[in-house]
């Protein structure tokens, strides 16, 4: 049983650019969050996706887009990248909160690395 | 919101017992979590309270008390690759329980 997977695995961009990161939940999960970890910081919520909606999103400009598909993969968008987004990105998947499960799975990350 | 609070690093000796507090403020609370992250890596998951009491885990245990907004990890018998960052992260009750996390605590086990 695969864990969840996210791909690439470091990413080297410049000002401006734009980049796509994905992310595949763990099998039988159907909720997926984006996390953004900045060197030495804890994992900042940037949004979550259930049944192809965003469905609650932290404190990050609309340059920050996502997308689920119908098998719950994901993708996290920025565009006009900056410095400033150089981080960690976190994919976590788990069930809809509505069930008991509290458990919520990390991906590898992608490393973003914005010049 | 949240507001979680954790030291920011602590250094232990190997085979010694080390407490991780954390502290947070909140404004609906659903459960606490703590998670293990060595550098470069992604978090995993040691432990989850939502109820007050303690929880073991092995060398791992987990304390909640929800009235005074506190929790700690405790570590026993330390080892060298105890070496990592230990974060400490809120669920929401309201909403659909987003999780925040704090900055974390990096400890540091010498020999």
């Known amino acids: 049983d695969a864990g969840v997977t996210q791909s690439p695995t470091h990413l080297i961009k410049t000002r401006g650019q734009q980049v796509t990161l994905r992310c595949s939940p763990k099998?039988?999960?159907?909720?997926v969050s984006w996390y953004q970890q900045a060197l030495g910081q804890g994992p900042q919520f940037i949004f979550q996706?259930?049944?192809?909606?965003?469905?609650q999103r932290g404190n990050f400009p609309d340059r920050f887009s996502g997308h689920q598909f119908p098998n719950y993969s994901s993708e996290l968008n920025v565009n006009a990248l900056l410095l400033g987004d150089s981080a960690l990105y976190l994919c976590?998947?788990?069930?809809?909160?509505?069930?008991?499960?509290?458990?919520?799975?990390f991906g590898p990350g992608t490393r973003l690395t914005v010049l | 919101g949240q507001n979680i609070d954790q030291p920011t690093e602590m250094t232990a000796t190997e085979g010694a017992i080390v407490q991780i507090n954390c502290t947070y403020q909140?404004?609906?609370?659903?459960?606490l979590f703590w998670y293990q992250q060595h550098a470069g890596e992604a978090p995993t998951f040691l432990s989850y309270?939502?109820?007050?009491g303690l929880e073991e885990k092995g060398r791992f245990s987990s304390f909640l008390s929800r009235s005074k907004g506190y929790s700690y990890l405790l570590l026993k018998e330390l080892q060298m690759k105890d070496s990592a960052s230990y974060l400490c992260?809120?669920?929401?009750?309201?909403?659909?329980?987003?999780?925040?996390f704090g900055t974390g605590t990096k400890l540091q086990v010498i020999p």
């Open positions: 976590a998947s788990s069930l809809d909160y509505r069930t008991s499960s509290h458990e919520q799975f």
């Open positions: 099998s039988g999960h159907d909720t």
């Open positions: 996706y259930y049944e192809e909606e965003e469905r």
């Open positions: 909140t404004s609906g609370f659903n459960g």
């Open positions: 309270n939502v109820l007050d």
């Open positions: 992260a809120v669920r929401d009750r309201g909403g659909y329980q987003k999780v925040t």
